[in-house]
């Protein structure tokens, strides 16, 4: 299984950017999906999550500017991210809980990264 981030890129803070990951090999189901980021001389944190039915969490430091939404066809999730700021600069990751049969346990998977960089 690989999960496949791209979408980042240095923009200007108040600006835009939407992020994709997609999720590619044997893949029974996925359950949650979710992204992360770590910023410089920072611990990974979460920044939004979601589940095989659409439910949404959100870290408060991104909630009304953050969007996470999925395509479970395409085995793929998005990050919309606007009004970015400063702060936000970090590698973003994203991680997927799946199955890759159904005897198989679920556990997760990790992309590889794509940074974010927000100029003031």
């Known amino acids: 299984v690989q999960l496949q981030a791209s979408g980042g890129g240095l923009v200007q803070a108040g600006g835009s950017l939407a992020l994709s990951c997609a999720a590619s090999g044997r893949i029974f189901t996925i359950n949650n999906m979710g992204w992360y980021r770590q910023g410089p001389g920072r611990q990974r944190e979460s920044v939004a999550g979601i589940t095989s039915g659409g439910t949404t969490n959100y870290a408060d430091s991104v909630k009304g500017r953050f969007t996470i939404s999925r395509d479970n066809a395409k085995n793929t999730l998005y990050l919309q991210m606007n009004s970015l700021k400063p702060e936000d600069t970090a590698v973003y990751y994203c991680?997927?809980?799946?199955?890759?049969?159904?005897?198989?346990?679920?556990?997760?998977?990790w992309g590889q990264g794509t940074q974010v960089t927000v100029s003031s």
């Open positions: 991680t997927a809980n799946l199955k890759q049969s159904y005897f198989s346990e679920r556990r997760d998977y």
